[in-house]
């Protein structure tokens, strides 16, 4: 299965998130927009970095006023993309050995999506769901 399957039933919408604004402006962003991951974008839309609820934890546990950070100075800023034509298995793969569970889909240098872990495995299960039923109706 390719991500493009995905993200044709799931949506391109990508939540995005300037690396100038607040650990605490990203709280209120991920809790409105009920996601794990925010991606922080420059001033042109371009992939700076990435902000996920384990970012902003781990920020919290240094002590301090986490909230009053910059996103700049919390998010993840290697970025690992990938794109509407890779494998979801391989990018899932990805995903495992690098320990992180989102990963935005770039296409000719736009973000066209991103995939959780999640929607990974939702993919992966509703196609076993699909072969497990083809293989019932040809024993019938």
Do not use: C, W
Request: proline share 3%; net charge negative.
């Amino acid at each position: 299965m390719k991500i493009e399957n995905i993200l044709s039933a799931k949506g391109g919408t990508v939540h995005t998130i300037s690396p100038e604004k607040t650990l605490q402006d990203a709280v209120q962003m991920l809790a409105a927009k009920n996601v794990g991951a925010l991606v922080a974008v420059d001033s042109a839309g371009k992939p700076v970095g990435i902000l996920s609820e384990r970012d902003i934890v781990r920020a919290a546990a240094r002590g301090g006023n986490a909230l009053a950070l910059r996103v700049a100075e919390v998010m993840t800023k290697e970025v690992i993309t990938a794109s509407p034509q890779d494998d979801a298995q391989a990018v899932g793969q990805t995903m495992t050995d690098h320990h992180f569970r989102h990963m935005p889909i770039v296409e000719q240098g736009k973000m066209v999506g991103i995939v959780s872990i999640g929607d990974l495995l939702k993919a992966q299960l509703e196609e076993y769901q699909g072969l497990l039923e083809n293989y019932q109706m040809e024993k019938s």
